[in-house]
């Protein structure tokens, strides 16, 4: 079982930087490939970044690569996504989700485990 914790949500200008935070509970944290999500009012959740187990994996979205970071410290249970030059069209509620596989990272119904979510809110 893992429980996951989003922090760092907010409101912010276009151009401007975020860094979230997803805390996991459960002693096999560093087994999990982690991924973030997002869903905007109206649209479906979609993929935005994964980082496998080791963090030497990482996967983007084409929509946020080269602006957004995925990281993990597995000693602190912990995954980051630094999100920079944020747009208007990054506001969501973004999610972070825990499952055992690499493959397909880039979809939702590879993850067993959810968090409740952020909200980022980019204004323009």
């Known amino acids: 079982q893992v429980q996951l914790v989003e922090s760092g949500g907010g409101l912010v200008q276009a151009g401007d930087s975020l860094r979230l935070s997803c805390a996991a509970s459960?002693?096999?944290?560093?087994?999990?490939?982690m991924g973030w999500f997002r869903q905007a009012p109206g649209k479906e959740r979609e993929f935005v970044a994964a980082?496998?187990?080791?963090?030497?994996?990482?996967y983007y979205a084409d929509s946020v690569k080269g602006r957004f970071t995925i990281s993990r410290d597995n000693a602190k249970n912990t995954v980051y996504l630094q999100m920079n030059s944020l747009k208007p069209e990054d506001t969501a509620v973004y999610y972070c989700?825990?499952?055992?596989?690499?493959?397909?990272?880039?979809?939702?119904?590879?993850?067993?485990?959810w968090g409740q979510g952020t909200q980022v809110t980019v204004s323009s």
């Open positions: 989700a825990a499952g055992l596989s690499w493959s397909y990272c880039y979809n939702y119904g590879m993850y067993d485990y």
């Open positions: 459960g002693r096999t944290f560093s087994s999990y490939t």
């Open positions: 980082i496998r187990w080791s963090g030497g994996n990482t």
